[in-house]
């Protein structure tokens, strides 16, 4: 009699839901393939086709001339300081994304949703006013400005201030991708862990680290992205100085405007490059992570038939 009252409750109630979810979503072919082929025009337009444009502009006069602009000495100092800026902030962005994650998502304390809306000051300041905050602290007439010129400190229009620029609009990305996660995942493994006598090293390295660890890598993609690409705020506390303080965007946006359009272009694919690099790991990325949480479905699933 209970198997048959479980049978009956998960087949054909199942099978009617199920049913139910598929007509309430199914659309005439008319109305599915206008809203396909609108998406599609639309990434054509504005994706695909700028992107095809850069990479034939960058080849128009031939290779010798792409690998010549991507050799010049000042090419080569956007790519090096581009990639300090990276290698500095993203970092700081993961040791400061999860500490406040695990603040904000494992313990309550006063004054938390103040600090979740400072996590998301980046996101709603334009990065030129980013840098303009920058200049009124750190410039020559700004609050730090004589003590940094007393003591031959150099923060603007330096590699520190680019740093300091790309830190500031880059540091929400990890800490965002993180809080959701760690709020669903809760705190009851970690409580385990703890009562079972591990400390707070061992908790997060062998129960919090392997549940964030697909959300964490992709928090650190998309920061490491934002830094190699940001161009406001970098740009105004850079001084556009060739061969010292220009990143890769910065220097495509001088070789442009000085009608240099084959090495912007060469530069600028290179961007494009990095960007489509991104994507893909961001896919596989995801890919890996929707195959982790359907394991573990799998898995759970019987333990809960068992019991």
């Given at each position: ?263 912007a272009f060469a530069v600028a694919s290179l961007l494009a490059l990095l960007a489509l690099a991104t994507l893909a790991i961001k ?25």
């Amino acid at each position: 009699m209970a198997g048959a009252t479980t049978l009956s409750w998960g087949g054909p109630v199942d099978a009617a839901a199920r049913f139910e979810s598929k007509a309430a979503t199914r659309e005439a072919p008319l109305v599915k393939w206008a809203i396909l082929g609108l998406s599609l025009t639309f990434f054509a337009i504005f994706l695909l086709l700028p992107l095809v444009a850069v990479f034939v502009e960058a080849l128009r006069k031939g290779w010798g001339t792409y690998l010549s602009a991507l050799a010049h000495q000042d090419a080569l100092s956007a790519m090096k300081l581009t990639l300090i800026a990276a290698i500095v902030s993203v970092p700081l962005n993961l040791v400061f994304g999860v500490c406040a994650a695990w603040a904000i998502a494992k313990f309550e304390f006063r004054g938390k949703h103040f600090l979740i809306t400072l996590i998301d000051l980046p996101f709603s300041v334009s990065p030129v006013i980013a840098g303009l905050i920058y200049v009124l602290l750190f410039g020559a007439q700004g609050w730090f400005g004589p003590w940094l010129a007393e003591h031959d400190l150099k923060i603007l229009f330096a590699v520190p201030g680019i740093v300091l620029a790309t830190v500031f609009v880059t540091f929400p990305f990890v800490a965002r991708e993180l809080i959701p996660l760690m709020q669903a995942q809760g705190r009851e493994e970690e409580e385990a862990a703890i009562v079972l006598g591990a400390n707070g090293w061992q908790t997060f390295r062998h129960v919090t680290l392997p549940n964030i660890k697909w959300g964490l890598l992709y928090g650190v993609i998309l920061c490491n992205a934002r830094a190699m690409g940001e161009f406001g705020a970098v740009s105004v506390v850079s001084g556009h100085i060739r061969g010292q303080t220009n990143t890769l965007p910065l220097h495509v946006e001088i070789l442009y405007n000085e009608y240099q359009f084959a090495a912007a272009f060469a530069v600028a694919s290179l961007l494009a490059l990095l960007a489509l690099a991104t994507l893909a790991i961001k896919t596989w990325v995801e890919h890996r992570a929707s195959h982790a949480g359907s394991d573990g479905i799998a898995i759970e699933a019987p333990r809960d038939n068992a019991s």
